[in-house]
């Protein structure tokens, strides 16, 4: 089945520790997104890929970074993790012909900040 | 830029009972509304969307309403069951935009 994939489910990382979540899409999307989510809050957008354009958005910090190495593989890089930076991490692709934006999610990775 | 505003932020119904959550847009470009449902530390998964060439959509007990006037659209469950319980978001964008505005999100409630 087509799919967004994203590993590894549970993160766990050290103050300050770089990490690095992956995600992977066989729906052949174009765009490519990653959002943060806290608890009892809407997902919130990052950035964005389409195709290879990078979109950031203005008021993500400068320690989130990411990477698009081909179609089906995106990264999320925290470069310095705060204890902030715990939440679930989601990465959604969309592209399907109809033009409107049906964003598809994977199923997210929880980050802990120790 | 578009900002969706979603009520209630919590809706508790008995078991059988109808659910409607609305939401309000600010921006007339705006004409693709897409719901999704999120499960306790589950994905969001879209359930049902609906474009501004039409009033309403249903798929069997889900159905949405968008007053493209009044600038609102609702979410409509109807005989809602147990699983019905979960975090609904709604959210607006227009057609070629890459970015969703979402919504604060309902939280529901179904009691049996």
């Known amino acids: 089945d087509a799919m967004v994939i994203q590993n590894p489910r549970y993160q766990v990382t050290q103050f300050g520790k770089p990490v690095t979540l992956s995600c992977s899409q066989t729906?052949?999307?174009?765009?490519m997104y990653w959002y943060q989510q806290k608890s009892s809050q809407a997902p919130k957008l990052l950035f964005h890929?389409?195709?290879?354009?990078?979109?950031n958005e203005a008021d993500t910090p400068d320690n989130f970074q990411s990477r698009r190495p081909n179609t089906s593989f995106c990264f999320l890089d925290i470069r310095s993790p705060g204890l902030g930076d715990a939440a679930m991490y989601l990465c959604?692709?969309?592209?399907?012909?109809?033009?409107?934006?049906?964003?598809?999610f994977g199923p997210g990775t929880r980050l802990t900040v120790l | 830029g578009e900002n969706v505003e979603q009520h209630p932020s919590t809706l508790s119904v008995q078991e059988g009972d109808s659910a409607v959550i609305k939401c309000t847009y600010s921006?007339?470009?705006?004409?693709?509304f897409p719901w999704y449902k999120q499960e306790l530390g589950k994905r969001p998964q879209l359930i049902i969307d609906?474009?501004?060439?039409?009033g309403e959509k249903k798929d069997q007990r889900i159905a949405v309403t968008l007053n493209k006037t009044a600038k609102h659209f609702s979410l409509h469950i109807t005989e809602t069951q147990p699983e019905d319980s979960a975090v609904y978001f709604c959210?607006?964008?227009?057609?070629?935009?890459?970015?969703?505005?979402f919504g604060k999100g309902n939280q529901v409630v179904v009691i049996p």
């Open positions: 959210a607006a964008t227009y057609y070629g935009n890459n970015r969703l505005a």
């Open positions: 609906i474009r501004s060439n039409v």
């Open positions: 890929y389409y195709d290879k354009d990078f979109n």
């Open positions: 729906l052949n999307h174009n765009v």
């Open positions: 959604a692709t969309s592209g399907g012909t109809s033009g409107y934006n049906e964003q598809f």
């Open positions: 921006d007339s470009a705006s004409n693709y």
